[in-house]
């Protein structure tokens, strides 16, 4: 499979100020169970350096029925049921794609 089949997923989540500890907790369990799914090449959770309210996931999967596996499975739903009392607001999902370019060094 070429790295064009790839999808790449970056979801940016906000938490309310007094919820970002439970919501890490809930972040990084469900970045482990995620990690072992078909299809699942990647999966990172990171927090800003400067606000420590905003999460964002960068994600890689081999395809896009590998994305629909991941969002119809029971530790996402079980995830997203934990976090929706901690967000701050809707998460943003974006599916990606890397900006081609020619380097002439």
């Known amino acids: ?42 999966y990172e959770v990171y927090r800003s350096r400067d606000d420590a309210a905003f999460f964002q996931t960068v994600e890689r999967w081999a395809d896009l029925a590998a994305v629909d596996a991941h969002l119809r499975s029971a530790h996402v739903g079980a995830a997203l049921a934990a976090a929706g009392p901690l967000l701050r607001a809707a998460p943003v999902v974006r599916i990606v794609e890397p900006l081609e370019f020619t380097c002439t060094m």
């Open 1 to 42: 499979m070429s790295g064009r089949d790839e999808v790449v997923v970056i979801a940016e989540i906000r938490a309310r100020a007094e919820t970002v500890a439970a919501l890490a907790t809930v972040l990084r369990r469900l970045a482990m169970e995620t990690r072992h799914e078909p299809g699942c090449r990647a």
